[in-house]
């Protein structure tokens, strides 16, 4: 119904044409903008990362914050989010036998008897404990 009036608009006023193809010029800026804008988001570093669980992020803000060079999730962590916690935490290697644990706060005298914990952040701990079998 719009395109058809815009239509009659253009056909009857030339005063109109000349706005529509203003317009028209306007929304092809704006989207070329867009996908700029889209283009250096993807190509910068940690694009994607607002795609991550909170989980995901609370344990990537506490790797980098205690700079670790691996680590390793236990518990309904590593079950939930075991792809996503090794890819989002890329380039910190995934290691079982790391000491640097990763695990939702409220399961970490359950998983690690003698653990130090060493921070945590949103309901992730990351915690310092010998692996255990």
Not at 28 to 55: I, Q
Not at 65 to 86: S, V
Not at 88 to 109: A, C, H, M
């Amino acid at each position: 119904m719009l395109s058809v009036l815009l239509f009659f608009i253009v056909l009857f006023d030339k005063r109109a044409g000349v706005t529509l193809r203003q317009w028209k010029a306007e929304i092809e800026k704006t989207n070329l903008s867009r996908l700029e804008n889209l283009w250096s988001r993807w190509h910068s570093p940690f694009s994607g990362e607002d795609a991550l669980p909170e989980s995901v992020l609370a344990a990537l803000d506490l790797a980098r914050t205690h700079q670790l060079q691996n680590f390793r999730a236990q518990g309904t962590l590593l079950d939930e989010q075991d792809q996503r916690i090794t890819e989002g935490l890329w380039p910190i290697r995934f290691d079982e036998q790391s000491t640097n644990l990763f695990v939702y706060t409220k399961e970490l005298k359950h998983l690690c008897a003698n653990a130090q914990i060493i921070d945590n952040k949103k309901g992730v701990t990351l915690a310092s404990c010998a692996n255990t079998p």
